[in-house]
């Protein structure tokens, strides 16, 4: 994965090429964390096109993968840049491109060639496995097209300028000054010139909510599956290492791959063991778990801990990467880590990012009314994933330029685990199905990897509740981010933050902070239509929150806030939103 900003169609052409190069060099620099081992840039003959490409070195990590790539034909060079993980780039070489001399082993380079072949089809996208925000130009014609990932792992924005030019940059930051507008690239959608449309070519069958799956789940398959998916991700010439918290999600990425590995190709160092890394508060859940994970696997293992301060103190860093004051208490620890894995010298992690929202994993879902309300909220998920969890392990890895996969958000394994019948997701602290474990979150996930023979781990982990990720990582760090809040917020800040912020006005004063750091990064009048609005329980879409009336008018992300399920939610204080417009603090 790498950095890329383009500026296609612009006015003005030779007369202001020199001034366009030099203010793109500027622009995409806001991007070189994403891509610290290279910078190259392409400027059309005509002056009226740029792509500036920020490289981080992966897949063929020669000059043969130096990006923007180009094809020279006698009426003109197609053009073209990817932030991309293309799995079955050597698939199709091997078959739609047989024969055909691409100059390079990177699986960035297929595309071009492809386009070649056969043209900008919904096709073309729909036959690569993997991730990718992607530029085409063709200097025979003037045409442009881009396009996103199924889920939007990589990361993508566009805007426009004054001239009506169309710009795109991996991150909002390198947008703001040049273009008038801004927006996010939607996942799974391509944007062609010649109709100034954006177009859907990712349309599975269950990305419709009145697809409602009856087909009942078959754990082999889906099993399976998930293990195809972790191999396809140890593809990498660089060092490749994996997330662990201790919990579900990530442990069994981690044992997948050190169990599978072997299969893997080119997989880098099959043959030396694995490098796992956990981080939290001392003495918090998630080091506890890891720590038993990693002896269990065998794993080289690296503990990290950090300070409720040291997380304070990355605030204003950490929301400048990730471009959002959403998912920031997740994002502190998971930003902090990944410092110190990159300085490590790896440049590549696998994650758990999208079982919850999958399998309905997120513990506000015991409370929903019906299967068929359960499969639309995970459909509901898995669609915005692109602004919540997929952002911030996105971003904040590549704040150091570290890349992180996400085996869960496979495109195959997505078809076979959208569709199973949302009653065999749905959990039941009341039921024990296989007569011992209680129908926890995630139970069919956790039975397909349950084999008392060769156990992919430890039972006490295999049935953990689920803890989220800021919770996890110890509460007295989401405790204390508030109590932070509570204290420099002041009573008069928060009396105007109607006036401060009359579009969406923060309701507790944790939010009034992230917000102001935001805005502070983030002035383009378009840039905070692109965080995500409503009110959420638990991680839940705003929509859930008529499943009970308690959650009515409350925004509260910790999953401690389900009281009634989550073990350490006793004590736990849920407050009204309405408290904090009485001017209680937390």
Known sequence: MCGILAALGLAGGQA??????????????????????????????????????ERLMIVDPTDTGRQPFQIPTPEGNITWALNSEIYNHQQLRDTKLAGVDLHSRSDSAIIGYLYQKYGDTNELWNSLDGIFACVIWDERTGYFCAARDPIGICSLYWGRGTDGSVWFASEMKALQSRCESIDIFPPGHVYRSSTGKLERWFSPDWIDLNHIPTQHVDLPVLKQTFIDAVVKRLMSDAPLAMLLSGGLDSSLVASVAVRHIKEAKNAFDPDHKLHTYSIGIKGSPDLVAARKVADFLGTIHHEFTFTVEEGIDALYDLIWHIESYEQVRAAVPMYLLSQRIKAMGMKVVLSGEGADEIFGGYLYFHKAPSAEEYH???????????QWD?????????????????????????????????????????????????????????????????????????????????????????????????????????????????????????????????????????????????????????????????????????????????????????????????????
């Open 16 to 53: 202001d090429a020199e001034k366009n190069r030099r203010d793109i060099l500027c622009m995409s620099h806001l991007l070189k964390h994403r891509g610290p081992d290279q910078r190259s840039i392409y400027q059309a003959p005509d002056g009226r096109a740029f792509i500036s490409f």
């Open 376 to 386: 639309k909220e995970c459909v509901r998920l898995v669609t915005r994933l692109h």
């Open 390 to 586: 997929v952002l911030r392990a996105n971003k904040a890895p590549f704040a150091f330029g570290l890349e992180t996969r996400v085996p869960f958000l496979d495109k195959q394994f997505l078809q076979v685990a959208m569709n199973i019948n949302a009653a065999d997701k749905m959990p039941n602290l009341s039921e024990k199905p296989d007569g011992v474990h209680p129908k926890l979150e995630k139970y069919i996930l956790r039975k397909a990897f349950d084999d008392p023979e060769q156990p992919y781990l430890p039972d006490e982990v295999l049935f953990r509740q689920k803890e989220q990720f800021s919770d996890g990582v110890g509460y007295d760090w989401v405790d204390g981010l508030k109590e932070y809040a509570a204290k420099v917020v002041t009573d008069e800040m928060w009396e105007s933050r109607f006036e401060r912020f009359p579009q969406h006005p923060p309701r507790t004063r944790e939010y009034f902070l992230l917000r102001s750091i935001f805005e502070t990064h983030f002035p383009h009048k378009d840039a905070l239509k692109t965080v995500p609005q409503g009110l959420s329980i638990a991680c839940s879409t705003p929509e859930a929150l008529k499943w009970d009336p308690e959650w009515e008018n409350m925004h509260e992300i910790s999953g401690r806030a389900i009281k009634a399920v989550h073990e350490a939610g006793a004590d736990f204080k849920l407050e009204k939103a309405q408290a904090e417009a009485n001017g209680v603090a937390h």
